[in-house]
């Protein structure tokens, strides 16, 4: 059975500093992997995806994925208590395309 | 923003009932999903659908039932609902492809008393 991995926290970080989130993942033909942010009492939403080993960077986001090691993370730089929020990691992998999400981490960022 | 609809958004009924949760989206998708999510706990695939007549089961055992009669529309059906079928229910859609990002809906929230 295909299984994502995440710390479910809650990871406490202070305003203005970098919130490193990881995700492990147990398929290794895995093709593609989001960041998807949850708000509370919200639905997901997307915040990256990333398809390559290497870094993806989207303004205060950059998404690393690591294959060999099997695991994909997302750094927030200049955290805000704005992206104090639960953050999924899904993986799909060929074939189906399903994806697999993880239970996900909460991150509280304080003032 | 997505273009992916549900209806109702708050639903309290009755045991017994049969109820039928509403998805609707306008992106052409072809793929559409229904995940089920207690507060505070992880996504369960309940569902899914790779297109017009196609339906799947998904990780979660579910009492419940979909259709795909059209490629924008794709119901969820329980025939009698239960105190354990209180949840929030999710339904997604996508592209086909790789690149396979999902666009949620913002949710119906069930209550079966």
């Known amino acids: 059975q295909k299984e994502v991995e995440q710390n479910s926290g809650p990871l406490s970080v202070p305003e203005g500093a970098i919130a490193s989130l990881n995700c492990t993942y147990s398929?290794?033909?895995?093709?593609?992997f989001f960041w998807y942010r949850q708000y509370s009492g919200k639905s997901p939403e997307l915040i990256m995806s990333?398809?390559?080993?290497g870094d993806k960077e989207d303004g205060r986001f950059t998404a690393q994925l690591n294959k060999a090691s099997q695991y994909v993370s997302l750094l927030i730089r200049d955290s805000q208590p704005s992206d104090s929020a639960t953050y999924l990691c899904?993986?799909?992998?060929?074939?189906?395309?399903?994806?697999?999400f993880g239970r996900g981490t909460s991150l509280i960022v304080h003032p | 923003e997505a273009d992916i609809y549900q209806t109702p958004r708050y639903l309290v009924i009755g045991t017994g009932k049969k109820i039928t949760l509403e998805c609707s989206q306008t992106m052409g998708h072809d793929k559409m999903y229904w995940y089920q999510q207690d507060p505070g706990m992880e996504l369960h695939l309940i569902h899914y659908?790779?297109?017009?007549?196609?339906?799947e089961k998904g990780d979660l055992s579910s009492e419940s039932t979909v259709s795909r009669i059209r490629t924008e529309h794709f119901p969820l059906t329980l025939e009698s609902a239960r105190p354990s079928h209180t949840s929030q229910y999710l339904c997604?859609?996508?592209?086909?492809?790789?690149?396979?990002?999902?666009?949620f809906g913002p949710g119906t929230r069930l209550l079966v008393l």
């Open positions: 659908s790779y297109g017009v007549n196609s339906t």
């Open positions: 990333i398809y390559s080993n």
């Open positions: 997604a859609s996508s592209e086909y492809g790789t690149e396979e990002t999902q666009y």
């Open positions: 398929d290794r033909v895995s093709q593609s």
């Open positions: 899904a993986v799909t992998s060929g074939g189906s395309y399903i994806p697999t």
